[in-house]
Structures are given as structure tokens and as C-alpha cells.
């Protein structure tokens, strides 16, 4: 690595290979590409390595950080172990608590990247010293990751309820259940894992609603059978459920969020293949304070569309960066590996991190990595297709349910906006809704909001969902730094010698 220093302050870092992310992909990706010999920097926004998959409690010294029903966790400590040999040796840099505001390309064959300190963290006992303004690299490996997918429904504006996503991660962090008693509804595998939590954390579960069928998995049992370590989590989940007797109620969904100042209860319906509720099937489930919402994944694409890269829209509607077999996006030196090119899993994730980081370095793609990362790409598409976001879910909504609780814009709001305004993309019903014009930025009510505006054919929503993703900054980021950005300031420096590149590894069976 070599700093500079420039007239106006700013001080730059130099590097071989930048790696954005420190969770599975980030953590496989940094290890390979340092031990193929590159010096590598890993960015990540969190004080300690892990991820949203491995995130645990803060570490004190001498203390087993290992929290309860994590999976995977030697292959997490196998990954630090290796990043950690990496930096005793000089060849790894990591940047914790750091986040990447702005990324474009350099006139010298390299990335520019801009840093600074993950707001959050700026007061507190975790607050990075030190960190460079600008990082620079030939190579740059995006591993984002991604966030919950929601659909809004009459009360998720309640306190108490919740992404799926955040109900696990208050559990890996605190070690207990937000609440006392949860419902857990939405699609896919990832509700049992959390149910699971819940109950390994001493909550209660008053039932699990699963809006698909399980038989429709029965086309793609042969995907399913290529990753048996899935099955195996299933049935854990599945044995779970059953000894605390939890009720697991598919082609079935909340409807709506009940309570005054909190959740304190949920009604439940029975839907059909395409999300209509099925009339007489309405029940009330009381006594419950945390209502966990879950419907997928959407993955993090502000830095890649920053960057250019083409993307796509995976088998469950979700915009994602495109990639070839190595991890390659269509922009030369930037490469893509985890969720952000469509949620797979940790092993996935892994995998494809293991991939970008060789190739990114100049080495041969791992073949063990080819062949799993094939595996579960197919089983991920399988999961997606027995676990898809009904379409007709908007029927659940009334014109007074709110889509943006950021900005309070209703779905009636909305649906005037789409019929008499022409607001039929997300930045038209953005600018006359406001819808996603909150603090989170679109990134809660952005998938719904999209589905509510755009037409049905795919080419629409690809369209809308790409210009949702087009930030001119990724991250929320001081004045001050953008007052630095003026014409005035020293350019960046040009490379001494040029930018490694990154050959075309022989395709491999």
C-alpha cells in the first residue's frame, strides 16, 4: 500500500485490490487475492468482520465471541484467521467502521473510491482513527450484500414490527428475543431461521405463515438435492418448530397489523397460488408484541450502478449485478461476488468471494468455488421460484395503507399519482409522492413501491428498479467533504507503473 497526501488534505491510499464488504464473500474474497500475492484493502462500514450472516456481539479480549444458533461459524473463523496472517505480513489493510460514499472510474486504468467514517460509529468507543479519503485500485470486488425485502400491509407501521432480517440480527447482537411472543410471516426458508431464533433465544412463536405451497419445490427437487447441507438446515428449523409445537401455516399471510400504540396482535388469511385471500378464512391472532415481516432479499447496488455495471432482474423480481462465471461484471476491474449478484446464501457467497478474489489478482479461479458456486446458483433459482412474492399481494392493501412510512405516502396516494399524474416509473412517483424520500432512502418501500408504479413487464420494472439504485452519493456523508469536491482541487495522482490486469482464467469444466 502507499498513502499521498494531496494540497487540500485529502490523503489517498494506493492498493492492488479494494474489497468492499467483510462479511462471507468479503472475508473469502480479501483472503484469496492476498494470499495470490496482491496487496488488498478491505472496506467495511461495521466495527468488526462478520456481516449481516456472522454478526455477533461485540468482542471484548480473551472472550469467545461465538453467539448461539450461528451456522457456518469455523468457516467465518477460518476466513478471519486467513485475513488476519494477511495483515500480520503487511499484504491486507482493513478499514472497519468505514464506509464508501461515492465510487467512479480513474483516468489511470484505477477505481476511485471515497471514504469516510460510518456516522453511527463517528462518537462512539468504535470510532475508526485514521481513515484515508480516497482509496485507489486497479481491482475492485463489491461484496454489498443485501437488505430485507418488504411489502407493506394496514399496521406495519406499528412499533414492534419488524424486517425478518432485523429480528435476527437483534438476536445475534443481544442474545434474546425483541419481544415476548412473535408472528413470523412473508416467503421463503429464511422465516424458519428465524422462528428458530426466536425460540432459541427464549421467545415464544405463536405461528409461522408461509404465503407459498411447499410443493412447489417438487420441480426442482433434483436443485435441491445438489446442496444437501440446505436440507439438513431445514429439518433443523423444521424439528425446532415442532418441539415447541409452533403452528406452520402455508398459503397463508398477515393481512393486517393490529393495534393502537404498538402491535398487539395480527390477522391472518388464507391466499391462493396468486396472494388473493380466500374469503371466510380471516382469524385473529392476539398477544403478540413483534410481528417479523419477510419477503426475500433485495440486494445493495448503489456502488455497482455508480460504477456502470450492467444488471438484471433475478427469478425473484430483485434487480442484481450481472456477472460472467468468475465473478466479472461488464466494467473491466470491478467485480461482483455474494448477494449483490442475487441472494444465494453464506456458502454461495463464499464461494464466489473465493473466485473474484483469485481472479482479481491475477490467479486461477478455484475449482472447488466453480463447481459450488454452480450448485447453489441453481438452488438459489429454485428457491426463488417455489417462494415467490405473490402477485397479487397488492389486494391486501386499502387506499389509507401506508407504502413510505418515511414520508407517510399512502397506497392511495400513490395509486392517483400512477392513474391521473403518469407517475408510472419509481423516480416519476417519487417526485410526485414523495414515495422513498426518507431517511432509508427508498431501500424499505422501494421494491413495493416500484411493483405499485411500474407496468407489469419485466424490461418496466428493470428500468424503474435501476433508476431507484442511481445514487450520486451511496452513503450519507458530512457537508464538508462534499464542499472539498470543488474544481480547484488537486487531481488525483496517476499510477507510477500501470494497473496489473487481470487475464482470463482457462474455462474450467
Excluded at 428458530?196 to 415464544?204: R, T
Excluded at 445493495?300 to 460472467?324: I, K, R, Y
Aim: hydrophobic share 40%; charged share 20%.
Amino acid at each position: 500500500m502507499t498513502h499521498s497526501k494531496m494540497s487540500t488534505g485529502e490523503e489517498v491510499l494506493r492498493t492492488d485490490v479494494v474489497v468492499v464488504g467483510s462479511g462471507p464473500a468479503g472475508l473469502s474474497a480479501a483472503a484469496a487475492a492476498s494470499e495470490a500475492g496482491r496487496r488488498v484493502v478491505v472496506v467495511d462500514l461495521a466495527p468488526q468482520t462478520g456481516g449481516q450472516y456472522w454478526r455477533h456481539a461485540a468482542e471484548a479480549e480473551g472472550e469467545d465471541p461465538r453467539p448461539r444458533g450461528h451456522h457456518d461459524w469455523g468457516v467465518y473463523l477460518g476466513l478471519r484467521a486467513r485475513c488476519e496472517r494477511a495483515e500480520r505480513t503487511g499484504r491486507l489493510t482493513r478499514l472497519q467502521g468505514t464506509q464508501v460514499w461515492s465510487a467512479e472510474p480513474h483516468p489511470g486504468g484505477e477505481h476511485v473510491l471515497r471514504l469516510s467514517p460510518t456516522p453511527e460509529l463517528l462518537h462512539g468507543s468504535h470510532a475508526p482513527a485514521g481513515t484515508p479519503d480516497v482509496v485507489l485500485a486497479p481491482a475492485v470486488i463489491l461484496c454489498t450484500g443485501a437488505y430485507d425485502r418488504q411489502l407493506p400491509v394496514p399496521g406495519w407501521e406499528l412499533p414492534g414490527v419488524m424486517a425478518a432480517g432485523g429480528v435476527q440480527a437483534f438476536i445475534k447482537v443481544n442474545g434474546r428475543s425483541p419481544g415476548r411472543r412473535a408472528v413470523v410471516a412473508g416467503t421463503g426458508p429464511f422465516l424458519l431461521s428465524v422462528a428458530a431464533g426466536i425460540l432459541a433465544a427464549g421467545g415464544e412463536v405463536a405461528t409461522v405463515c408461509e404465503s407459498s405451497s411447499l410443493t412447489g419445490w417438487a420441480p426442482h427437487l433434483g436443485a435441491a438435492a445438489a446442496v444437501p447441507s440446505k436440507g439438513r438446515e431445514g429439518v433443523e428449523y423444521a424439528a425446532a418448530l415442532l418441539r415447541h409445537r409452533v403452528p406452520y401455516r402455508t398459503r397463508t399471510v398477515v393481512t393486517r397489523v393490529l393495534g393502537e400504540d404498538r402491535a398487539s396482535g395480527v390477522r391472518i388469511a388464507s391466499v391462493d397460488a396468486r396472494g388473493r385471500v380466500r374469503p371466510g378464512t380471516e382469524r385473529v391472532v392476539e398477544d403478540v408484541d413483534v410481528v417479523g415481516l419477510g419477503w426475500g432479499f433485495t440486494p445493495q447496488l448503489e456502488l455497482p450502478v455508480a460504477l456502470g455495471v450492467d444488471t438484471g432482474v433475478d427469478v425473484d423480481g430483485s434487480l442484481v449485478g450481472v456477472t460472467d462465471q468468475h465473478q466479472r461484471s461488464s466494467v473491466p476491474g470491478v467485480f461482483l461476488a455474494g448477494e449483490v449478484t442475487g441472494v444465494g446464501g453464506a456458502a454461495l457467497a463464499v464461494a464466489e468471494g473465493a473466485i473474484a478474489g483469485a481472479v482479481a489478482a491475477g490467479a486461477t479461479a478455484p475449482v472447488r468455488a466453480l463447481r459450488t458456486r454452480r450448485a447453489h446458483r441453481r438452488f438459489a433459482a429454485s428457491m426463488h421460484a417455489a417462494h415467490p412474492v405473490p402477485s397479487q399481494w397488492a389486494q391486501w392493501l386499502t387506499p389509507e395503507t401506508l407504502v413510505c412510512r418515511c414520508e407517510e405516502v399512502a397506497s392511495g396516494t400513490l395509486a392517483r399519482a400512477t392513474t391521473t399524474l403518469g407517475a408510472e416509473d419509481s423516480r416519476s412517483a417519487k417526485g410526485t409522492t414523495r414515495v422513498g424520500m426518507g431517511w432509508c432512502q427508498g431501500r424499505v418501500c422501494g421494491f413495493a413501491s416500484t411493483c405499485l408504479s411500474a407496468g407489469g413487464s419485466e424490461d418496466q420494472i428493470h428500468r424503474s428498479l435501476l433508476a431507484s439504485a442511481k445514487r450520486p452519493m451511496a452513503a450519507p456523508v458530512a457537508l464538508g467533504r462534499l464542499a472539498a469536491l470543488d474544481d480547484r482541487r488537486d487531481p488525483l495522482p496517476l499510477p507510477e507503473t500501470p494497473a496489473f490486469t487481470h487475464p482470463i482464467p482457462e474455462e474450467t469444466p
